[in-house]
């Protein structure tokens, strides 16, 4: 049930749909007096979920930053950690994989197992809709690093897990938290995933990637209506709302 609601109320609660309801409430109720501030409203809130320099920052201000490479080059992790979330797994054919943005998480995990910094990786993911459990990532995944050669007796996956926190819950079931872990995933998404595994007793080291801001740059382009602002904020809603979820929920 958390897992259902957690996937359809949280669209309820993005920018997008909060503009889109204030201005369909205008169009509804325009013969009421007190419409024009649902208009008004609306107009607002495009301006600043559009605006590049205020979505930067912000999405900035809660990203994790990047673990520099010396700190941990001279290091060994039995295990490295790498949560779904990059691919495509509902286009046809299904004769190849559809990576999109988030891919940078598994090119950064390969780059580490390459450099001998972890020494399996362990990948969690299993389906990531509410209305489909057959759609199986982490397979999917390892399809793609077998047809690239990847050493496969190097490699776990864990296939039952929807979400975050039930992929730090079924990591016990494949990795002792003796061993502290590297642990994988988009800047944005590392709060949430790092307390979750926490929560569960491992030592977490962060290795965020993806990262969709810039450093120190202003421009004139940044304050003029973007659709990536908008994306930016939408990833920050739903970082947001989740862990906020979780952490009434009991999960970090």
């Given at each position: 049930?958390?897992?259902?609601?957690?996937?359809?109320?949280s669209?309820?609660?993005?920018?997008?749909?909060?503009?889109?309801?204030c201005?369909?409430t205008?169009?509804?109720?325009?013969?009421?007096?007190?419409?024009?501030?649902?208009?008004?409203?609306?107009?607002?809130?495009?301006?600043?979920?559009?605006?590049?320099?205020?979505?930067?920052?912000?999405?900035?201000?809660?990203?994790?930053?990047?673990?520099p490479?010396?700190?941990?080059e001279d290091k060994?992790y039995?295990?490295?950690?790498?949560?779904?979330?990059?691919?495509?797994?509902?286009?046809?054919?299904?004769?190849?994989?559809y990576?999109?943005?988030?891919?940078?998480?598994?090119l950064?995990?390969?780059?580490?197992?390459?450099?001998?910094?972890?020494?399996?990786?362990?990948i969690?993911?299993g389906?990531?809709?509410?209305?489909?459990s057959?759609?199986?990532?982490?397979?999917?995944?390892?399809?793609?690093?077998?047809?690239?050669?990847?050493?496969?007796?190097r490699?776990?996956?864990?296939?039952?897990?929807?979400?975050?926190?039930?992929?730090?819950?079924?990591?016990?079931?494949?990795?002792?938290?003796?061993?502290?872990?590297?642990?994988?995933?988009?800047?944005?998404?590392?709060?949430?995933?790092?307390?979750?595994?926490?929560?569960?007793?491992?030592e977490?080291?962060?290795?965020?990637?993806?990262?969709?801001?810039?450093?120190?740059?202003?421009?004139?382009?940044?304050?003029?209506?973007?659709?990536d602002a908008?994306?930016?904020?939408?990833?920050?809603?739903?970082?947001?709302?989740?862990?906020?979820?979780?952490?009434?929920?009991g999960?970090?």
């Amino acid at each position: 049930m958390f897992f259902i609601l957690s996937k359809t109320l949280s669209y309820l609660f993005l920018p997008t749909t909060i503009i889109g309801l204030c201005w369909l409430t205008y169009f509804l109720f325009r013969r009421k007096k007190w419409s024009k501030y649902a208009a008004i409203t609306g107009f607002l809130l495009f301006i600043i979920f559009t605006n590049d320099f205020l979505a930067n920052s912000l999405l900035k201000h809660w990203e994790k930053d990047p673990l520099p490479m010396k700190e941990i080059e001279d290091k060994n992790y039995t295990y490295g950690v790498l949560l779904t979330g990059m691919t495509n797994t509902q286009k046809l054919p299904d004769d190849r994989v559809y990576f999109h943005q988030n891919a940078d998480r598994l090119l950064q995990a390969m780059m580490l197992f390459k450099q001998g910094i972890i020494d399996t990786l362990y990948i969690s993911g299993g389906g990531a809709t509410a209305l489909r459990s057959d759609l199986q990532e982490a397979k999917v995944i390892l399809n793609y690093l077998k047809s690239i050669n990847f050493p496969l007796n190097r490699v776990k996956i864990e296939i039952e897990s929807r979400n975050t926190v039930e992929s730090a819950q079924l990591a016990s079931n494949y990795i002792s938290n003796n061993y502290p872990i590297l642990l994988i995933t988009s800047a944005s998404h590392m709060p949430r995933a790092s307390a979750c595994f926490e929560k569960e007793g491992y030592e977490v080291v962060r290795f965020p990637t993806v990262f969709l801001t810039v450093d120190d740059t202003i421009s004139p382009a940044m304050f003029i209506p973007s659709i990536d602002a908008l994306k930016k904020w939408h990833i920050l809603f739903k970082e947001w709302m989740g862990y906020s979820a979780y952490k009434l929920a009991g999960y970090i």
